[in-house]
């Protein structure tokens, strides 16, 4: 049997960074460049998480002494007890926070689920399914700073202004696009002969939609829910102008408090903090291999 042949490759000299590149891998240097790297970012990234969650458990002779405390040695839980007891509203921002991320996240991933499925799924004339996306997320290229007066002007015409219902309003409006773009990438990986096969089993569209096509999509469902949760969890700018009464603020809004003019409550900034950062990472934690799945197949991959 005849063998093909190979092409003669030249011979060529490595040239100096190769040598080098070769030498540093060698003596492993380069992985000790990689780790070290990784290793710094870890650090930048995760110390300021750490000292604010010590911070909650010390002293505040503890907290404010120099050189540092890096590691507390007594771990005063009785802080999270004098926040609630110095400022019962606490209460109130938290129940706030929970009601306006849960119903933003549910509405505003639903309906960018559905429009996003009408996108991939029906033509439009003049090529609007392709265009409409777009002008959809530009709404995001603009900053939200700029908004904030015309929508406080038509919030206080429309009474919304320290409403919780207003929030929600605000933030549905800036989360459909992001979720809008998200789940488009997802539902292009669906084989529309799944939705045809359906149809001919007697099928509408919405029932395609909801038992065949969103099992499918479930990553992408959960990947928009966490960033639509993690987006209104944390705003700030909006709740802060839109609210001035405790029965509509929401937790950053009272964590900003802690911080006046003339001190600041570093104790209960750090437990605040505590309080504010605990459910997302929870949830984020728990979700991790559903949203991990999310990067890889929807339109971040892309």
């Known amino acids: 049997m005849a063998t093909e042949q190979q092409p003669d490759v030249p011979f060529r000299e490595p040239s100096r960074i190769e040598r080098l590149q070769e030498t540093l891998a060698e003596n492993g240097i380069s992985k000790a460049v990689i780790y070290g790297v990784l290793g710094f970012f870890l650090l930048w990234t995760l110390f ?13 002779q503890t907290l404010l002494s120099f050189p540092p405390a890096w590691i507390p040695t007594e771990f005063q839980v009785s802080n999270f007890v004098q926040l609630f007891a110095q400022r019962p509203e606490f209460y109130q921002y938290v129940f706030n926070s929970i009601v306006v991320t849960v119903v933003t996240t549910i509405i505003a991933t639903t309906i960018g689920a559905a429009a996003a499925y009408g996108f991939v799924t029906f033509d439009f004339p003049y090529n609007l399914d392709f265009h409409l996306p777009f002008y959809i997320l530009s709404t995001r290229f603009m900053p939200p700073i700029v908004t904030i007066i015309p929508l406080f002007v038509i919030f206080r ?5 320290n409403t919780l219902y207003g929030l929600i309003c605000v933030y549905v409006m800036f989360n459909i696009p992001f979720a809008v773009w998200m789940m488009k990438g997802f539902f292009e990986e669906v084989p529309a002969s799944l939705v045809e096969s359906a149809m001919l089993d007697g099928h509408t569209h919405i029932g395609a939609f909801f038992k065949i096509v969103l099992p499918l999509v479930k990553p992408g469902l959960l990947a928009s829910a966490i960033f639509t949760t993690i987006i209104t969890w944390n705003e700030l700018l909006f709740a802060i102008i839109l609210t001035q009464d405790v029965a509509a603020m929401t937790l950053p809004v009272g964590l ?26 929870l949830f984020a934690f728990i979700a991790r291999q559903e949203l991990v799945r999310g990067f890889s197949m929807g339109a971040v991959g892309k």
Do not use: D
Not at 257 to 281: D, E, R
């Open 157 to 161: 015409n429309l009474q919304l202004v």
């Open 256 to 281: 900003s408090s802690f911080v006046t003019k003339y001190s600041v409550q570093w104790i209960n900034v750090s437990v605040a903090g505590t309080i504010a950062l605990v459910p997302v990472l």
């Open 48 to 60: 300021p998480v750490y000292w604010l969650v010590s911070g909650a458990l010390k002293s505040r």
